[in-house]
Nanobody, 113 residues
């Protein structure tokens, strides 16, 4: 059974930083694109960033220049700098291992003013 476990969320003041981690465990033949999504209260889950096996990355416009995604084997990280109150959300790790997609349980990030 494949599991994704996130960590690193918490409460931080605006302008601060956090580093999220996600560890993948279980039997997967081939780990594909890994990414992060977030969901704020009352809003739909939205894309934040992803990183392909090649190392190519994509970012949502709202986080470009502030967030950096990286990966190391079965782990993916999200370095979040200059955090803003609008970054407050539950952050979810995502893994594509065709034909399946897997999600973590989420980690709360709260940015205070």
């Amino acid at each position: 059974q494949v599991q994704l476990v996130e960590s690193g969320g918490g409460l931080v003041q605006a302008g601060g930083f956090l580093r999220l981690s996600c560890v993948v465990s279980g039997s997967i033949f081939s780990i594909g694109t890994m990414g992060w999504y977030r969901q704020a209260p009352g809003r739909q889950r939205e894309f934040v960033a992803n990183i392909m096996r090649s190392g190519n990355t994509n970012y949502a416009d709202s986080v470009k220049g502030r967030f950096t995604i990286s990966r190391d084997n079965a782990k993916v990280y999200l370095q979040m700098n200059n955090l803003k109150p609008e970054d407050t959300a539950v952050y979810y790790c995502n893994l594509l291992a065709v034909p399946n997609a897997y999600w973590g349980q989420g980690t709360q990030v709260t940015v205070s003013t």
